[in-house]
């Protein structure tokens, strides 16, 4: 049977039953077990970490968009944790499919923007002219702006999906080459196992760096409106 690299992106299930579901409750599971325990290590190093994630998010905002701080910090701990959960045996990860990501992307991005459009309207639209502008280049940088500003959430949602599943699909061809080898070729397959292992790592960093991004650009449309 042919193998397909893209199998992997496909929900799996075992009698019946998406194995998604166990896999997402599971850091609920730790949740409400470790709840009980309010002062130990565990939930003392979670609230330190939640605590440094808010105010590197809120660095680039401004006095008046810190209201949205715990907005921006679930959204990233939920980009994390979608982010990571691909890196698990026999799950899946949501954040590889463009319309995840693109759901994400535009309500949030479009918030920024009404928030804008609200607050300061005058200043929200004039960021579509640059001042001192030609008169006869007005039409033309304002159809480029617009086309900017409306790109946004495309190029938000695209990265993540590109990110995550080039690194996936990487991960695939170097694993399915260590089997390939392993009864031939003992050496190249000990070399493949090791940059799979360095590999591994390297995608926990990935899904972590780009769920940072994410949250980041969104704090930036943020501060450009606020």
């Known amino acids: 049977m042919a193998l397909n690299f893209f199998d992997q992106f496909n929900i799996h299930t075992m009698l019946g039953i998406p194995l998604i579901?166990?896999?997402?409750?599971?850091?609920?599971?730790?949740?409400?077990?470790?709840?009980?325990?309010?002062?130990?290590?565990?939930?003392?190093?979670?609230?330190w970490l939640t605590s440094l994630l808010t105010k590197q998010l809120v660095l680039p905002i401004s006095t008046p968009g810190h209201k949205w701080a715990s907005s921006f910090t679930t959204l990233m701990l939920l980009l994390i944790s979608l982010n990571t959960l691909g890196l698990l045996p026999y799950t899946f990860t949501p954040t590889t499919q463009l319309s995840m990501n693109m759901a994400l992307a535009l309500p949030t991005w479009l918030t920024t923007v009404l928030v804008g459009l609200r607050n300061q309207p005058t200043t929200s639209l004039g960021h579509l002219l640059p001042?001192?502008?030609?008169?006869?280049?007005?039409?033309?940088?304002?159809?480029?702006?617009?086309?900017?500003?409306?790109?946004r959430p495309i190029a938000l949602g695209v990265r993540l999906t590109a990110n995550l599943t080039a690194g996936h699909l990487l991960m695939q061809l170097i694993s399915s080459a260590a089997l390939a080898t392993a009864n031939t070729l003992m050496a190249a397959s000990s070399m493949a196992l090791i940059t799979l292992i360095l590999l591994s790592c390297l995608e926990m960093a990935v899904a972590l760096i780009q769920a940072y991004v994410f949250t980041l650009l969104l704090t930036l449309y943020l501060q450009e409106n606020i």
């Open 131 to 151: 001042e001192g502008t030609p008169a006869p280049l007005i039409p033309m940088l304002i159809l480029i702006e617009t086309a900017s500003l409306l790109i």
């Open 21 to 47: 579901l166990p896999a997402l409750m599971f850091p609920l599971i730790l949740w409400v077990v470790t709840g009980r325990l309010i002062k130990n290590r565990l939930t003392a190093l979670q609230l």
